[in-house]
């Protein structure tokens, strides 16, 4: 519940704030294709035969262990290598954000994924697939910090959980486009893997476009002093009726707050270390449920439980295709439910499918990887791994976004999701780097690892993270204070203005 004392001011949905923030959540049309891309296009001989011929020779090899044959380093840093740029530019994006607003750097971020994308597309050797990688990994690292901000500052209370999922749900649509992109282009011979890689110019288009005709957001203006247009930008997505100078006062009063120090300083102080622990708790457990299987290589581990390569790729998109439908279902009830009860179904459901299947698998393939997995067997790993897919995205998937933009101070806001989308991409970066490796290691006892560690993320929750639906921005450290354990470093919050 808000602290009573807050006015919650336009608090209905008008057709500004659907229209603003579809636009801005379009964003993650660009880190969605660049996931489903990246799995599929490795997975074809064309695009292997051209800049891993090492892997292919490998696969030929009718004696080599199938949890194995995708291991190459070089092959995973042309997946992982964005995930550096998208770390290092999420940083920067902070203070960029600062300066000239969550809705410039969106456009930034367009743009320079869109160079990204036309480098990738006309690539003749691994270097400039790794340079256009990198300017793709600065355009996520940008978007994915400015839009779940944008949404969390734009929506009105009531609606944010539903508002901030329409950045996961358009990630979604974008793994689906790319899986089916990558479906069509893989009987495209020798050149199909150029027009997936090039087609990402399409979602990076659609952000550009987007972020041209939307405003930025009223916290984001009084941040840089900009009062008469944050009045303006207020009044148009509350509605003529909304008492916008109450909110406006808020807002300001908390912006000009404690501004002696930078962010990125203030924010480790301890009045601050409730919100910076969850916000890099939550993408950094986000990363070890496992669903960079699913993201980035389903094709790839498809192919090595023995389908074949258009099965491989068509079995991707029905995945995609279930966890897009999974993140409709949490749009109707984030806002209803809560957080709390979405994370801790997800989690047991999540739990359940890894172990079935790495079950099934150590069951019918064995240790060395050299068994066929029986078509009865292969089609219930595949139900198995949609209903993870499912799970996902109804729980871990939307909410990683919408936690850490939510629970932020707002003279902290912009650092916090800094860190936590650069934590998000770091630890993204780790698991791509060492999955394939892990998978050559480990073999199904990949999935027990990660769902160990759901079953720590998911009490992790249970006990830590306060139920923040319905709350406005503005009253959110009122629930923290009243947390059983986070009320210890906020009890006496304004004795410590200004000290560590």
């Known amino acids: 519940m808000a602290d009573g004392s807050t006015v919650d001011s336009g608090g209905r949905q008008t057709a500004a704030v659907i229209i603003t923030c579809g636009m801005a959540a379009s964003g993650g049309l660009i880190f969605g294709y660049d996931i489903g891309i990246s799995g599929g296009v490795t ?3 064309s695009f292997l035969k051209t800049f891993f011929p090492s892997v292919l020779s490998r696969m030929a090899d009718a004696k080599q262990d199938e949890y194995c044959m995708f291991d190459s380093q070089v092959l995973t840093a042309f997946t992982s290598s964005l995930y550096i740029a998208g770390l290092a530019s999420s940083l920067v994006a902070g203070r960029i954000t600062k300066a000239v607003g969550r809705q410039r750097v969106m456009l930034l971020g367009g743009v320079s994924f869109l160079i990204g994308a036309a480098i990738n597309a006309a690539a003749v050797n691994i270097e400039m697939l790794i340079v256009g990688r990198l300017l793709l990994g600065v355009g ?5 910090q400015a839009a779940p901000v944008y949404l969390a500052e734009t929506a009105p209370p009531k609606w944010r959980g539903v508002i901030t999922t329409g950045f996961q749900l358009f990630i979604a649509i974008g793994v689906v486009a790319a899986n089916l992109t990558n479906y069509g282009t893989s009987h495209i011979s020798t050149w199909g893997w150029r027009l997936s890689l090039g087609l990402a110019a399409v979602p990076a288009a659609v952000i550009i476009l987007s972020a041209l005709f939307i405003p930025d957001t009223p916290s984001s203006l009084v941040q840089r002093g900009k009062l008469d247009e944050a009045r303006v930008a207020l009044r148009r997505v509350r509605g003529s009726t909304a008492d916008v100078e109450v909110e406006l006062i808020e807002r300001s009063v908390e912006e000009s707050s404690k501004m002696e120090d930078g962010a990125f300083r203030r924010i480790v102080q301890r009045r601050y270390r409730p919100y910076l622990l969850i916000g890099v708790a939550i993408p950094l457990f986000q990363q070890l449920t496992g669903i960079v299987m699913i993201a980035f290589f389903s094709p790839v581990l498809f192919r090595t439980l023995g389908f074949g390569s258009n099965t491989a790729l068509m079995s991707a998109v029905i995945l995609g295709a279930v966890n897009l439908a999974s993140i409709l279902i949490s749009i109707f009830v984030v806002d209803r439910y809560g957080r709390k009860l979405l994370f801790m179904v997800g989690g047991a459901q999540m739990i359940l499918c890894q172990v079935s299947v790495a079950w099934i698998l150590g069951a019918k393939t064995g240790s060395d990887g050299q068994a066929t997995l029986p078509k009865g067997y292969a089609v219930a790993v595949l139900v198995l791994m949609c209903a993870y897919a499912a799970s996902y995205g109804w ?5 990683s976004w919408i936690i850490p933009s939510e629970i932020f101070p707002v003279e902290i ?5 800094s860190i936590s ?9 780790i698991c791509t780097q060492g999955f394939l490796a892990m998978l050559c290691s480990f073999k199904y006892g990949t999935f027990i690892f990660y769902s160990t560690w759901i079953v720590v993320m998911t009490a992790f929750v249970a006990l830590f993270l306060p139920e923040t639906k319905g709350v406005p921005l503005e009253s959110m450290g009122e629930l923290w204070r009243r947390h059983w354990y986070w009320g210890r470093y906020l009890v006496d919050e304004h004795k410590h203005v200004g000290t560590p």
């Not at 989308?421 to 970066?429: D, P």
């Open 395 to 399: 729980s871990w998937g939307p909410l």
């Open 413 to 417: 806001r912009s650092a916090g999701q």
């Open 140 to 144: 996520i690292g940008f978007t994915n």
């Open 421 to 429: 989308v650069a934590v998000n991409l770091g630890i993204t970066f």
């Open 43 to 45: 997975a074809m001989e």
